[in-house]
């Protein structure tokens, strides 16, 4: 899985860069958030710009990231949602779950 | 006479769909396990087999969408239309391939596409013990939308008309139907 981890601050943002995010690839992304926070991350940014489909699993890791932020006191914010992406987030409600932003910059200027 | 436009291969994954429908019923067997009925109602009817693997899932996702596109005299938003087969396929072949069939790559999965203008159904034949569809939680409530399981078949409910998981003899079928206006 193409993914692109930047550190800004006392931010990461993980760039995921796959036009889909399915049962398939879903596990690398669940690897690497999970290889972040072991590893002392506890705020994070991830950025889905380039993700132009998502199923249940991918959400599914996006939901585990976010529990295991909260248990960490850390914070998880999405940003560069795509139409179907959205369509998602608001057909399973998460979007009343996750802090969205339209660009990783507007995620990382958020207090 | 019927016009076949091949769709493409991946590896040991063929398909083929077709652009323009007779009223003739007529047969064409195809490669590698892909039938094409055409029947009276303008109805394209796809089935592919392919290995057990989720590898799979996005070259069957876009045959989905691809299917919404060529739909003849379809009135509604095609490319809504495309979004929900791709994610339905994509779910019904997950739960399939990761669930039903325990992730065993010797395994198959069918798929059965029937589409007209006015129907859909698809069909997702495991091999496998299945699962008990019933049994499956839904997030019907707040404080469930952070609950990992039943999301795949929620959203399948969400965007079908009707999904049914019933034995047959040789395992199980995920069968899932639309009315398209």
Redesign the interface.
């Known amino acids: 899985m193409n993914l692109k981890t930047e550190i800004k601050g006392r931010n990461v943002v993980v760039f995921v860069k796959e036009d ?1 995010l ?3 690839n879903s596990g690398e992304l669940k690897t690497e958030l999970n290889r972040l926070f072991e590893g002392g991350t506890v705020n994070l940014v991830i950025d889905l710009k380039e993700v132009l ?1 998502i ?3 991918g ?2 890791v996006l ?2 990231a ?2 295991n932020a909260s248990t960490r006191n850390g914070s998880i914010k999405l940003s560069g949602l795509q139409t ?1 992406v959205k ?2 987030f608001e ?4 979007h ?2 996750f802090d969205i932003f339209s660009t990783a910059d507007d995620a990382l200027e958020s207090s | 006479m019927a016009t076949k436009r091949q769709g493409g291969s991946d590896g040991d994954v063929h398909y083929w769909y077709v652009e323009e429908l007779t009223t003739q019923p007529t047969e064409v067997p195809l490669e590698c396990g892909l039938e094409y009925r055409c029947s009276m109602k303008n109805e394209i009817v796809l089935e592919i087999t392919i290995p057990n693997q ?2 799979y ?2 070259l069957i ?1 876009k045959i989905g969408e691809d299917l919404a596109i060529v739909l003849d005299q379809y009135e509604g938003d095609r490319e809504s239309l495309a ?1 929900q087969i ?2 339905v396929l ?2 019904a072949l ?1 739960n399939a ?2 669930h039903a069939n325990a992730d065993d790559p010797t395994k198959e999965v069918l798929v059965r596409i029937n589409i007209s203008d006015t129907e859909l159904a698809i069909r997702v034949f495991d091999s496998g013990h299945g699962f008990d569809l019933n049994k499956v939680p839904g ?1 019907c409530s ?1 404080t469930d ?2 609950d ?1 399981k039943g ?2 078949i ?2 399948m409910r ?2 079908m008309d009707s999904v049914e998981y019933k034995k047959t003899n040789d395992g199980n079928v995920l069968e899932m139907r639309k009315t398209l206006c």
């Open positions: 889909r399915d049962a398939h489909f199923d249940s699993s959400l599914g939901v585990s976010f529990k179907q369509s998602m057909l399973t409600r998460l009343r779950v | 989720t590898r899932l996005s996702g979004c791709n994610v994509t779910e997950a391939i990761t997030p707040d939308i952070l990992d999301r795949g929620f959203i969400s965007l």
